[in-house]
């Protein structure tokens, strides 16, 4: 079905490609410090970057987004709610009308928390799980962190707070659960939210062991043409229309035009997935702030531009997938003008075989919080498929100097814990 814009007879999409004055989905990462380190993590978390915003400029930030009339920021990191002013931010956004829906592993819902979250109107929480038992998660997650997310659902739901998402990105061992995601999110009166999973941040390092196999592309596809009115996906699975019809979302990368990401010391990149300087468009500690950059920015007025199909151009499916994601094609060494890693039509393996032996672009910067090892080992798994052990990673090459290096959370103090209001 084509949605076009009440009273322009233009298709919403088309208006989408040529950018908006404000983002309609901002993703706001307050800080890089996170009690976990997800294999892949795409923004490589774990310790603290030192320059990160202060609170003051967090509020000044926020001032803009109401400027602009942002509807809603949706915060991440890291693990935002580690920050010892989250909540201070969070009430200064919403008394603003900038709505929050923030991202977290669960670790700090505490039933106060909970209750809190419950009596607001403009607060939404996520709570991430890759894998719906411990076994499928914590090899990805780490452990405990299954039990933890699970509790965390547990008294959102007791508190009465309806309408959280459980946020699961899809691998090649939790594709055949999605039916028990589904179930679950039901359960604690939640929305299952599925994303794709990127080679961005650690989730580079992983990524050849994880994305789903093309068989699973086809599965993932077909599951949501039989459940994706019931779940949210964004603009994750476009790259899956060549399949046929296209899927419930929006159907497009809305790098730099309708999304963006603002992460912990203020520079504004393209998409949340495509952290590197190639889609860095500025710093809104700049002249002229965050409005400056998302409305000036050359690259993002180059990203607003009509762009080549290049080598896709033949393809009869290009006007439905659009080449797919702009990240997954840029950090496995392929041309932005070329087919998605993951073409359902076998372009993108044809693509990553003539590659050659070529260095990679690497996501930058690292905040990893410990030193990472080479290895994906798989075991037996008794839901009848090759399961996950522990994944670990290589060392990295870059992350944060002076007292982040010695404590992932160095410079924060522990927040008070919310009560109910």
């Given amino acids: 079905m084509t949605v076009v814009a009440p009273g322009t007879g233009t298709r919403l999409v088309d208006r989408f490609e040529r950018g908006l004055d404000a983002p309609i989905c901002l993703t706001w990462e307050l800080t890089y410090a996170c009690n976990l380190a997800c294999v892949h993590c795409l923004s490589s978390s774990g310790r603290r970057d030192p320059r990160e915003l202060s609170t003051a400029e967090c509020k000044a930030l926020i001032d803009e987004f109401e400027r602009m009339q942002i509807f809603y920021v949706n915060i991440g990191g890291g693990e935002p709610t580690i920050r010892s002013d989250f909540w201070e931010l969070v009430d200064y956004a919403t008394d603003h009308r900038v709505g929050v829906k923030f991202s977290t592993n669960g670790s700090r819902i505490t039933e106060a928390v909970a209750a809190r979250l419950a009596a607001s109107d403009y607060v939404d929480v996520q709570i991430s799980l890759d894998g719906a038992d411990?076994?499928?998660?914590?090899?990805?997650?780490?452990?405990?962190?299954?039990a933890t997310a699970v509790t965390a659902m547990e008294r959102l739901a007791a508190a009465g707070f309806t309408g959280s998402k459980l946020s699961v990105v899809v691998t090649r061992h939790n594709v055949g659960q999605?039916?028990?995601?589904?179930e679950m999110a039901d359960h604690y009166g939640a929305q299952l939210r599925l994303t794709r999973l990127r080679p961005s941040g650690r989730g580079a390092d992983v990524w050849d062991?994880?994305?789903p196999t093309a068989a699973q592309q086809r599965q993932l596809y077909d599951w949501l043409v039989r459940r994706g009115e019931e779940v949210l996906t964004g603009d994750s699975f476009f790259h899956l229309a060549g399949f046929g019809d296209a899927l419930p979302g929006l159907n497009l990368c809305g790098a730099g035009r309708v999304v963006c990401l603002v992460d912990p010391v203020g520079d504004v990149y393209a998409c949340p997935f495509a952290i590197h300087d190639e889609f860095l468009a500025g710093n809104v500690r700049a002249s002229g702030g965050f409005t400056s950059v998302w409305r000036q920015s050359d690259l993002f007025l180059e990203l607003r531009q009509?762009?080549?199909?290049?080598a896709c151009g033949s393809c009869g499916h290009y006007d439905a997938c659009r080449g797919g994601c702009m990240a997954a094609k840029f950090f496995t060494g392929l041309p932005l003008d070329g087919p998605d890693p993951e073409c359902v039509l076998?372009?993108?393996e044809h693509a990553l075989d003539a590659r050659g032996d070529i260095e990679t672009p690497r996501p930058a910067p690292d905040h990893s919080s410990r030193p990472r090892q080479v290895a994906v080992a798989l075991t037996s798994s008794r839901h009848g498929a090759p399961g996950p052990a522990a994944?670990?990673?290589?060392?990295p090459d870059r992350r944060p100097d002076r007292s982040c290096d010695e404590h992932p959370l160095s410079g924060y103090a522990p927040g008070p814990v919310p009560t109910a209001t």
């Fill in 391 to 395: 994944i670990r990673m290589p060392t």
């Fill in 178 to 182: 999605l039916d028990r995601f589904l």
């Fill in 346 to 348: 076998g372009h993108g």
């Fill in 209 to 211: 062991e994880l994305h």
């Fill in 306 to 310: 009509p762009q080549s199909a290049g």
């Fill in 134 to 146: 411990a076994e499928v998660n914590d090899a990805v997650r780490g452990e405990g962190s299954f």
